[in-house]
């Protein structure tokens, strides 16, 4: 195995952290040696200096996704966190119902990793909606850096022990079985959620409309205070006056310096 030094370690990390906002700490060098090197092995390099300089000068851009799917975990489940769905169905949805007189609700998973949190979003809305979604715009939009979970979330095809979790009626209302193994997500479901690339340290975000509801949860535990901060200032700017912010309970904001305001463990509301 390719083994990577110090020096070569920090250029990598400094190029990811400046691009992507991941921090990888010195004893994070094992995990990165171990994910990149079937990567370095492949392409024939002799040490981390040439795959640093090969991921640079790629004009594709396909140097980099390989590297950030390989660093990044994309560690997600159903129900993940169960206490945010139910907070955002019987206190969010209701609400918004209320007030939304164009009837256009803006929900944003950023970091959606395989599409476990925007289909369970999906599943909610159209659950608590009934007959009346068809009045209402709610699409979903999931965003992650990583186009090869990207494609899979697109799919809908998730494994029969992963949907377990999922409350029967909605195994009967929404998913199809594919085999004893595997099952899909419903078209109406999938076409509920709008898949895209977007990289959360692009210094402007180029969305027209602000959002009712962000989820960003187990996302910043990969960030250092400062990239934290500067992306929740962000959020807080692309969020419509009433909505909401969920983070992961791993997470958790300062709240003398956010300008949101505490609701429950990581949920927050811009009043």
């Known amino acids: 195995m390719v083994t990577i030094t110090e020096k070569e370690f920090r250029q990598l990390a400094d190029y990811i952290k400046a691009n992507y906002g991941i921090y990888l700490k010195e004893e994070k060098q094992t995990l990165v040696t171990g994910r990149l090197h079937n990567v370095l092995a492949n392409r024939n390099f002799k040490n981390f200096s040439e795959y640093y300089n090969y991921i640079v000068s790629d004009k594709t851009g396909d140097a980099v996704v390989t590297l950030i799917d390989k660093i990044t975990t994309n560690h997600t ?3 993940r966190e169960t206490e ?21 609700l803006r929900i944003w998973s950023a970091g959606c990793s395989s599409g476990e949190e925007p289909y369970t979003l999906a ?6 909606f009934g007959k009346e979604k068809m ?31 999922l409350p029967s009626q909605w195994k009967l209302n929404y998913i199809k079985k594919v085999d ?13 959620v709008i898949y895209r690339k977007f990289n959360l340290m692009e210094q402007t975000f180029p969305f027209k409309k602000k959002f009712h509801v ?8 990969y960030f250092d205070n400062k990239t934290k901060w500067e992306l929740i200032n962000k959020f807080y700017d692309m969020t419509e006056y009433g909505g909401y912010l ?13 300008k949101y305001k505490y609701i429950m463990p990581a949920i927050y509301r811009k009043e």
């Open 123 to 128: 599943m909610i809305i159209d659950e608590f």
């Open 84 to 104: 945010h769905f139910f907070y955002f169905r019987d206190k969010v949805l209701p609400y918004f119902n209320s007030i939304a007189k164009d009837k256009d």
């Open 135 to 165: 009045l209402w715009d709610t699409k979903v939009l999931a965003t992650d850096i990583s186009s090869k979970v990207l494609a899979e979330a697109a799919k809908g095809v998730y494994s029969t022990e992963k949907i377990a979790v």
């Open 180 to 192: 004893n193994a595997k099952a899909v997500l419903i078209d109406k479901i999938r076409n509920e």
């Open 246 to 258: 969920f983070i992961g309970h791993s997470e958790s904001l300062n709240r003398e310096e956010t």
């Open 214 to 221: 962000i989820f960003c949860r187990n996302v910043m535990i």
């Open 77 to 79: 489940f159903f129900m």
